[in-house]
């Protein structure tokens, strides 16, 4: 049986593509149709001739192998939206390839070479972006496939933990613990030449002044980390020695630093972002909390966080190995080594949002941040009165009070403080309840308790063997797709694609308004609608 390299969707989920050590095939998700295959002649001779290099007695040999065999090996297949362009790296020892095509002509446009392993592929109308296992990211303007920077970070073997935006926007989201030092922070002059956009950061530290503090932005967990704001001017030490859980958004356009905020406790293990670059997902290396943060950009440019959710996937440890959105951005889907993969909700619920958007332009940042969860992305079999009470009582112990400067604050918000107002929805102990109100200043806490994480609303369990491998990184691995009220799942495991249709009171995406919480924290499995191989298809 082949090895599964690569399983990748278009953009928009009307195309699946499949790399493996036999070839490769695209697919038409709806209605399920093979559209390529290498293991056509004229495709694959193309494929074998776009390798060949007569400096290179081992690429001959390839080449004319490849010219009279079956199999063309590949590692990775990209595709950009319904063209034809379409990126391709062979599989060989070293992966240093990489083919730009047009699938549709049959025509080779562009060959490139690297000097380290290609570990995964990111593209849209505007960029192209290469990483390797030396850690670096090679950003390219894809119209004329012209090399712009080159990101030197942290090698992290061969997985890529990141993900780009595929609007023209063209965000990349990557973990601030891969970068290296602090000069791509550094306002530098500019200049049309590679060499001086090239962010060289493993170079000596500069004189310059770095400006991390620009970048940072907020959030309630930064408000539980000590010491990362002692001093005036942030660096990026005094982030990476709070936790590995801080994220950057850089600007692939402009090529320079958007965001910075801290997402989880934990190291990140993966990283999605929506179709309108409005929301980035992350999940830590212990996967039991997945956080959606939306980003909101001001009239004069500044980004900004508008809101979290906090999204429960389970209370034991799994790694998360498939993040995606759907077209609208009102459902994420999630899939783990644990075999089942995890549906949830993004609309805000209640009246305030009738629309479903939860884009909001809200500057008060105290009360836009409501739904984020106290708690550590990591910790297993805690309930949620535990977690608070923990809060709480390090809150009591740490948090000291400035009577002359907090009173004013807490005159301001008395009249809008979100924990008076919804202290009920979420807290049911009594012992609890009893507590907080013998608390002296408990509007000042308003910020640091919030609702508990959501609930998936909606789950499939695949209906093939979960395998045990403590050395397979593809270990019930998945890609997740969206097409209408139809859920698209593609199996590394087995090399099935999957129709799954979801459950009828979800189809709309968004939970109805009038159902009983009893109703909303259900959750109801997705029913298999078809299913096909994509290893065995012709």
Same mark, same amino acid.
């Given at each position: 049986m082949s090895k599964i390299n690569d399983i990748s969707f278009n953009p928009d989920f009307s195309l699946i593509s499949i790399a493996t050590s036999n070839g490769n095939k695209i697919f038409n998700c709806e209605p399920f149709g093979e559209l390529y295959s290498s293991s056509e002649t004229q495709l694959r001779r193309t494929l074998s001739n776009s390798i060949d290099s007569s400096d290179v007695t081992s690429d001959n040999n390839l080449t004319m192998d490849l010219a009279t065999s079956e199999k063309y090996p590949t590692k990775l297949l990209k595709m950009l939206f319904s063209t034809s362009l379409t990126i391709i790296v062979p599989e060989s020892d070293e992966n240093r390839y990489l083919k730009v095509f047009n699938l549709k002509q049959g025509l080779k446009i562009i060959d490139l070479e690297f000097d380290s392993s290609i570990v995964d592929v990111?593209?849209?109308?505007?960029?192209?972006? @290469?990483?390797?296992?030396?850690?670096? &990211?090679?950003?390219?303007?894809?119209?004329?496939?012209? &090399?712009?920077?080159?990101? #030197?970070?942290?090698?992290?073997?061969?997985?890529?933990?990141?993900? &780009?935006?595929?609007d023209d926007k063209s965000w990349l989201c990557i973990p601030i613990s891969a970068v290296k030092n602090d000069d791509m922070f550094v306002k530098s002059r500019k200049d049309s030449n590679v060499s001086t956009h090239s962010t060289e950061l493993n170079s000596q530290p500069s004189h310059q002044q770095s400006c991390i503090d620009d970048y940072i932005e907020i959030t309630p967990k930064v408000k539980q980390s000590n010491g990362v704001f002692a001093n005036s001017n942030t660096t990026l030490q005094d982030i990476k020695d709070d936790s590995d859980g801080w994220l950057m958004v850089y600007d692939a356009i402009n090529l320079s630093p958007v965001l910075i905020f801290k997402a989880h406790d934990s190291s990140i293990s993966k990283i999605s972002m929506s179709h309108r670059g409005n929301k980035i997902a992350s999940a830590s290396v212990k996967g039991t909390i997945v956080r959606v943060f939306d980003l909101s950009t001001a009239e004069e440019g500044k980004v900004s966080l508008s809101s979290v959710k906090n999204l429960r996937r389970g209370h034991n440890v799994a790694k998360i190995n498939s993040l995606c959105f759907n077209h609208n951005e009102t459902i994420l889907g999630c899939g783990s080594e644990s075999n089942t993969i995890h549906f949830f909700n993004l609309i805000q619920e209640g009246p305030c949002n009738e629309t479903g958007d939860d884009d909001t332009h809200n500057t008060d940042h105290r009360n836009s941040f409501s739904d984020y969860d106290d708690q550590s992305d990591g910790e297993n079999h805690r309930?949620? /009165?535990?977690?608070?009470?923990?809060?709480? %009582? !390090?809150?009591?112990?740490?948090? /000291?009070?400035?009577?002359?400067?907090?009173?004013?604050?807490?005159? *301001?918000? %008395?009249?809008?403080?979100? $924990?008076?107002?919804?202290?009920? #929805? $979420?807290?049911?102990?009594?012992?609890?309840?009893? =507590?907080? *109100?013998?608390?002296?200043?408990?509007?000042?806490?308003?910020?640091?308790?919030?609702?508990?994480?959501?609930?998936? =609303?909606?789950?499939?369990?695949?209906?093939?063997?979960?395998? +045990?491998?403590? !050395?397979?990184? !593809?270990?019930? #691995? @998945? +890609?997740?797709?969206? !097409?209408?009220?139809?859920?698209?799942?593609?199996?590394?495991?087995?090399? #099935? =694609?999957?129709?799954?249709? &979801?459950?009828?009171?979800? %189809?709309?995406?968004?939970? %109805?308004?009038?159902?009983?919480?009893?109703?909303?924290?259900?959750?109801?499995?997705?029913?298999?609608?078809?299913?096909?191989?994509?290893?065995?298809?012709?």
């Open positions: 990111k593209l849209n109308r505007k960029r192209l972006i @290469v990483a390797l296992q030396n850690g670096e &990211l090679h950003i390219y303007d894809l119209s004329c496939v012209k &090399l712009l920077s080159v990101l #030197k970070l942290n090698s992290n073997d061969d997985t890529f933990v990141g993900d &780009l935006s595929i309930s949620s /009165s535990e977690e608070l009470n923990e809060s709480l %009582a !390090n809150l009591l112990v740490s948090k /000291s009070l400035k009577p002359s400067q907090e009173q004013e604050e807490l005159n *301001n918000k %008395a009249k809008k403080s979100w $924990f008076s107002k919804t202290k009920s #929805k $979420f807290i049911h102990n009594p012992y609890t309840t009893s =507590f907080l *109100n013998k608390i002296p200043y408990k509007d000042y806490i308003d910020n640091l308790i919030w609702e508990p994480p959501r609930r998936s =609303f909606a789950y499939i369990k695949l209906p093939e063997h979960a395998w +045990v491998s403590n !050395n397979n990184s !593809n270990h019930n #691995k @998945v +890609v997740i797709g969206f !097409n209408g009220g139809l859920i698209l799942i593609g199996s590394y495991q087995s090399g #099935k =694609f999957y129709h799954y249709q &979801l459950p009828n009171q979800h %189809a709309g995406y968004r939970l %109805a308004t009038k159902d009983s919480k009893e109703d909303k924290d259900k959750r109801e499995e997705c029913s298999l609608v078809s299913q096909y191989d994509m290893l065995s298809h012709s």
